[in-house]
């Protein structure tokens, strides 16, 4: 009964190739968002959807997009791959916005070769 | 520029004893303030928050207490078990964004 999952839990790939990221949640949150956990350990956001609409869009690379479906899934695509990349992913969400809990994923461990 | 800092990358106490783990802020715009928990690869879990309006908040174990005019808040727990042994994040929500903005997170190790 997984709340947040994602997949793959593993990634490896070279540089320069194209990969996605799927998150899906079960909570019936409105909200999620993309978490980058770098070499140093910060956690930082990345992107916020709600209700399928982008929120928070932070200073990332445009070779990554975000792709809502609908409001349980995000999935975060990542086109030409760069070492810089890699890093852990997590997906999180919550009931709303406005709501001061967010419940996180497993992660995606990405790493660049 | 770091908004919400942990100065100390790691902690270890004696089981049974108090573990306290301290978080600085700058921003005033934060109105929730929470701590994460997180295991070797596992996502972070939630473990308690305090609103900005209050200065304690208690959850068994866990106490988190918040000093506004000092801007700092602290996560308290007693007694310390080697279960709680893990990497412990501070969080601060934006109230304007709903952005959380982490600390870089303390280990906490304690030994039986």
């Known amino acids: 009964d997984t709340a947040v999952s994602q997949t793959p839990k593993y990634l490896v790939t070279q540089m320069g190739n194209d990969k996605s990221i799927k998150c899906e949640q079960n909570?019936?949150?409105?909200?999620m968002y993309w978490y980058k956990q770098d070499s140093k350990k910060f956690l930082k956001i990345m992107f916020s959807y709600n209700n399928k609409e982008l929120i928070i869009n932070e200073t990332v690379p445009n070779r990554f997009s975000p792709k809502s479906p609908d409001k349980a899934h995000l999935n975060l695509h990542i086109n030409s791959l760069e070492l810089g990349d890699s890093a852990v992913y997590f997906c999180?969400?919550?009931?709303?916005?406005?709501?001061?809990?967010?419940?996180f994923g497993p992660g995606t461990r990405l790493l660049v070769l | 520029d770091q908004q919400v800092k942990q100065n100390s990358p790691s902690l270890s106490v004696q089981e049974g004893r108090i573990s306290i783990l301290n978080c600085d802020y700058t921003?005033?715009?934060?109105?929730?303030f929470l701590w994460y928990k997180k295991y070797p690869a596992e996502g972070p879990t939630f473990l308690i928050s305090?609103?900005?309006?209050?200065d304690k908040n208690e959850d068994g174990r866990f106490t988190v207490f918040l000093n506004k005019s000092a801007k700092h808040l602290s996560l308290h727990i007693v007694p310390s078990q080697p279960g709680d042994s893990a990497v412990y994040f501070c969080a601060a929500k934006e109230s304007n964004t709903g952005k959380l903005i982490f600390g870089q997170g303390t280990t906490l190790q304690v030994k039986p």
């Open positions: 305090i609103s900005s309006i209050k």
């Open positions: 909570l019936g949150h409105d909200t």
């Open positions: 999180a969400s919550s009931q709303d916005f406005a709501a001061e809990t967010q419940y």
């Open positions: 921003n005033s715009m934060f109105d929730y």
